[in-house]
């Protein structure tokens, strides 16, 4: 005796799909550069390689705030900003990437390359952070890097 699909399965079959299709796109957002547009705050890990500070680990409040197009409008903490230059960017599954260039006083005249590459969106309000950061003095010749992770949470004020 042959089986066939009643309309009812088939209906019932249909209604699974469309329920799992609508579940998939709102649990699975799609991220832009423009994500990152807004305030976003953290206690992040600050860890320095090399030199006489090396494997220093310390926590500090961050907070960094993007324009749509990815670029830093402002660091803190940080000095006053003389220059910054560079934006990031995000892939639609959240990944971030980009490097800022931040020049600053700070005794003498102090860049920083700030790599946020490895940093990715945790959900559309969460970013877990892994920037590697190098620093150079050029008034005095020296230089060094750190590393800064966490996580990062947007402000929804």
């Known amino acids: 005796m042959k089986k066939s699909f009643t309309p009812m399965f088939i209906l019932y079959l249909f209604a699974l799909a469309l329920i799992f299709v609508i579940t998939c796109k709102y649990y699975s957002p ?18 320095v390689k090399g030199g006489v500070n090396d494997g220093m680990e310390s926590y500090h ?6 324009n ?3 670029s830093l409008v402002f660091m803190n ?10 934006s990031l960017s995000v892939s ?9 260039t931040t020049s ?15 940093s990715s969106f945790d959900c559309k309000l969460k970013i877990i952070v892994n ?18 992770t966490g996580l990062l949470t947007k402000s929804c004020k």
């Open 131 to 148: 920037i590697n950061c190098f620093w150079f003095i050029t008034d005095t010749n020296s230089n060094g890097y750190y590393f800064i």
């Open 104 to 118: 600053h006083l700070n005794n003498y005249t102090e860049s920083t390359y700030i790599n946020w590459d490895g």
């Open 61 to 66: 409040d961050f907070q960094f705030v993007f």
């Open 77 to 86: 903490p940080s000095p006053c900003f003389l220059t910054k230059i560079g």
């Open 30 to 47: 799609n991220y832009s550069t423009n994500s990152l547009e807004g305030v976003w705050n953290g206690s992040l890990k600050v860890v």
């Open 92 to 100: 639609k599954d959240g990944d971030i990437s980009g490097v800022i």
């Open 68 to 70: 749509n197009d990815g």
